[in-house]
Nanobody
Framework: QVQLVESGGGLVQAGGSLRLSCAASGRTFSGYDMAWFRQAPGKEREFVAAVSWTWSAYYSDSVKGRFTISRANVKNTVYLEMNSLKPEDTAVYYC??????????????????WGQGTQVTVSS
């Protein structure tokens, strides 16, 4: 079992920055693919970014060039650095994990463990 706890959400003005963190339990963190999804009110959960166990990074087109995902295996933590935030980035952001796999990184059903989410609100 893997438990995930997100932190770092909040209210920020458009153009600002936030850094989300996700702390994972367990001793085999380095073998997990990690990702961030988000869900805005009335919308489906959507892929934001993923980092594989081999450190490859993947991004949705909507955040590419503005967000950076990274991981620190020694701290069992994954980060999402968000810059140039826009009001449309407003959502609950979820951290998720799966044992390393070749299946698509952008499909929520391919992940086994989820955090409780952290709210990000971007004001215009």
């Amino acid at each position: 079992q893997v438990q995930l706890v997100e932190s770092g959400g909040g209210l920020v003005q458009a153009g600002g920055s936030l850094r989300l963190s996700c702390a994972a339990s367990g001793r085999t963190f380095s073998g997990y693919d990690m990702a961030w999804f988000r869900q805005a009110p009335g919308k489906e959960r959507e892929f934001v970014a993923a980092v594989s166990w081999t450190w490859s990074a993947y991004y949705s087109d909507s955040v590419k060039g503005r967000f950076t995902i990274s991981r620190a295996n020694v701290k069992n933590t994954v980060y999402l650095e968000m810059n140039s935030l826009k009001p449309e980035d407003t959502a609950v952001y979820y951290c998720t994990a799966r044992w390393n796999s070749r299946s698509s990184y952008s499909i929520a059903a391919n992940y086994n463990y989820w955090g409780q989410g952290t709210q990000v609100t971007v004001s215009s």
